[in-house]
């Protein structure tokens, strides 16, 4: 049973961001400091990369492990209601996987980097390092 009435829950969800993150800010403040320069949430594009680079067709998701599955730790399943969850985590990833075959259909190459790959910096600066030399995203 869950320890808060359904209009707390709902006020709660209310207020995770889906921009300007912290992880997505870590991740900016990094591509800025090695002075790479970018365009944030372009409309136009399938799915609204949080980072789009035009000049190299590069973009960049910053996926939280929560909502978008990574397998990490961070990626639990809330213990009330887990059809529901198991259901929105789905589509989640669905809609992940058809966003990015959108965007490589349409000549971009997407990177996503997770939510735990910021926590460290040096390991992100290392992963944005690969990301701008071409390097293919390691399977996780």
Same mark, same amino acid.
């Not at 949080?50 to 990626?75: L, N, P, Q, T």
């Not at 997407?110 to 995203?137: F, N, Y």
């Given at each position: /049973?869950? =320890?808060? %009435?359904?209009?707390? #829950? !709902?006020?709660? /969800? !209310? ?5 300007? %993150?912290?992880? &997505?800010?870590?991740?900016r403040k990094a ?9 944030? =949430? ?10 789009? /680079?035009? !000049? ?11 909502? =978008? #599955? ?12 887990? &059809?529901?969850?198991? !259901?929105?985590?789905? #589509?989640?990833? &669905? ?22 790959? %910021? ?12 990301? /701008?030399?071409?390097?293919? &995203?390691?399977s996780e």
């Amino acid at each position: /049973m869950d =320890h808060v %009435t359904q209009s707390q #829950r !709902s006020a709660i /969800m !209310s207020k995770v961001q889906s921009k300007n %993150t912290l992880p &997505e800010m870590k991740v900016r403040k990094a591509l800025h400091k090695m002075g790479v320069r970018y365009r944030l =949430h372009q409309k136009g594009l399938p799915g609204s990369p949080d980072i789009v /680079m035009r !000049s190299r067709s590069r973009v960049i998701f910053v996926h939280g492990c929560f909502w =978008h #599955r990574h397998g990490c730790r961070k990626s639990t399943v809330p213990k009330t209601n887990v &059809e529901f969850w198991l !259901s929105k985590f789905q #589509r989640n990833v &669905e809609r992940d996987q058809e966003n990015i075959a959108q965007l490589r259909a349409l000549g971009w190459a997407v990177d996503i980097i997770w939510q735990c790959e %910021t926590i460290q910096p040096d390991r992100l600066h290392a992963r944005l390092v690969d990301i /701008m030399s071409g390097k293919p &995203e390691p399977s996780e």
